[in-house]
Each structure stands twice: as C-alpha cells, then as structure tokens.
C-alpha cells in the first residue's frame, strides 16, 4: 500500500520564505540603524552639516554610533521578545507599551553610566555628575527615537493580528474546529459545559472551561461578564442603566437562547465594562 507525502518543495518552499521573512525584516532594521546613525552623526556638530565649507564625513562618531546602537538593538530585542510573549501575543495596549519602553531604557541606563564612567577615567579625565547626567539624557532620548523607528512595525502587525486575524481552535469531542474572533459571538456555560455562539447563530459546545477561554482569548474584544458568560464587543446590542448601578446588557437579535439574550452586569463590573466598551 502506498502512503501520500508531502512534496519535498513545497516544505522547502515554506523554510525559505520563512527565512526571506525574516532575513528582509533584519534588513530592514539594519537600514534603518544605518540611516539614524547617518542623520544622528550629520546634526551633531556643524562640521558635520552638509553643504558646510569645512565638512568632513564623521566616520568615528558613526561607527561609534553604530556600535552603540546594536548594543541597544540587542538590549530592546531581548526584552521585546520577553513582551511579546508575555503581554504583545495576546493584547497590544498603551500600558504595555509604556512598561516595554521604560524598561528597555531602564537598562539602558544600568548599562550607560558604569560604562560612561570607566571610558572618562581610562582617558584620563574626571567623571562629572552633570555632564554624565545630560549625556545620559541626550542619549536616552535617541535611543527612544531608534527603539520606535524599530519596533514600531511589529507592535502594529501584533495589534492588527490580535484584532482581526486572530483565531481560536476549539475542541469539541472528537472534533476540532478554528473560528476567528470576528466570528464569535460569545461564550457561556450551562449544565458545566461551555458553548460558543457563532456570528449565524449556531453553537457548539467546547472542551475548555471559561476560565481557560479568558486567559486565551483577546481582552481588548471580549469581556467576562459574568461567571457564566464571555462577550464580544460587537454582540452588544443595547446598555441600560438599572437599579443598584448594575447595567442591563440586551445582545443582538441572532442570540436566540433567552437565557444569555440578556444579562446583567454587576456594580462592581461596571467601570471595568464601560471601559472596555468605549
């Protein structure tokens, strides 16, 4: 009997276009160290300026820049990997994003001032608190320039992913089924079995429980409102306001089962989903 293969070009295909992938976005970053370094060097001082009658090209200052710049490239690129895995993966928000560039620059700094103060003793001179100081600022200030100019394109194709293209594969009995997040419409839990609701209406029933759904599933789209129920942003057809500062939350029409057509969210839910919803 004979068994069907894969065609051997097809996985040598897939391996190279991985490769081109990812060697065209280190090129990339290479180009663009390059040209900050170029740019950062040319404004540095006016000898450097060009169209100055006394120009010179400033080949210490660029490769001193460039040697400066894939120290910092290496710190930002081992600690973006640890947030993408940890936080980018599965959210890409403002909070995150604020903690990846303080921390990068934080160890920038740990790195900067010892190494600043043994490269002024070795040539001789005295270490000065305000001149470390403000070179250190000068030099923080491009190094955030360069980690945007870097990493600016992947936060964004992690938050479009996390958003749009995003699927979750659902097992249910001996079958398995991916959905995008675009076509879910909710989640809920009855009789100790959760059911995801599709966009048309359908449900079928899944092996995780709620709790293994939410620390999957993106945040910025669905939201935990209750024990027994996750929502999508765009099932939300209706908010109101009712007693004891709990919210009524009507979910469009296609939601056919009464007992999750409408819910309540607690008082104590309510910042936290008005937040979410706006």
Not at 23 to 52: C, E, M, P, T, Y
Request: net charge positive; hydrophobic share 45%; charged share 20%.
């Amino acid at each position: 009997m004979s068994t069907t293969q894969p065609p051997k070009n097809t996985v040598k295909t897939a391996s190279h276009t991985f490769i081109s992938s990812a060697a065209w976005r280190w090129f990339q970053k290479a180009i663009i160290l390059i040209i900050f370094s170029l740019v950062a060097n040319h404004l540095a001082a006016s000898d450097n300026f060009l169209g100055s009658d006394s120009y010179r090209f400033p080949i210490v200052g660029f490769l001193s820049t460039i040697v400066l710049a894939i120290l910092v490239g290496i710190i930002a690129d081992l600690n973006f990997k640890f947030y993408k895995k940890k936080y980018f993966s599965k959210k890409v928000e403002i909070t995150a994003i604020v903690r990846f560039m303080a921390s990068t620059l934080g160890y920038i700094t740990i790195m900067y001032i010892p190494v600043n103060i043994i490269l002024d003793i070795v040539a001789g001179g005295q270490a000065q608190f305000y001149f470390v100081l403000i070179g250190l600022l000068i030099t923080l200030l491009l190094c955030f320039i360069l980690i945007v100019l870097l990493y600016a394109q992947d936060l964004y194709n992690l938050y479009k992913l996390s958003i749009k293209d995003a699927e979750i594969t659902i097992d249910s009995g001996a079958k398995i089924k991916k959905l995008t997040y675009e076509n879910i419409a909710c989640f809920y839990s009855e009789n100790k079995i959760v059911y995801t609701v599709q966009n048309d209406g359908t449900t079928i029933n899944t092996d995780f429980t709620l709790n293994e759904l939410e620390e999957k599933i993106n945040d910025q789209l669905f939201f935990r409102a209750n024990r027994q129920m996750i929502i999508h942003k765009d099932t939300v057809d209706l908010i109101e306001k009712i007693e004891n500062g709990k919210l009524r939350i009507r979910l469009k029409a296609f939601i056919k089962n009464d007992a999750i057509a409408e819910i309540n969210i607690s008082r104590y839910k309510r910042k936290a989903f008005m937040d979410w919803f706006q």
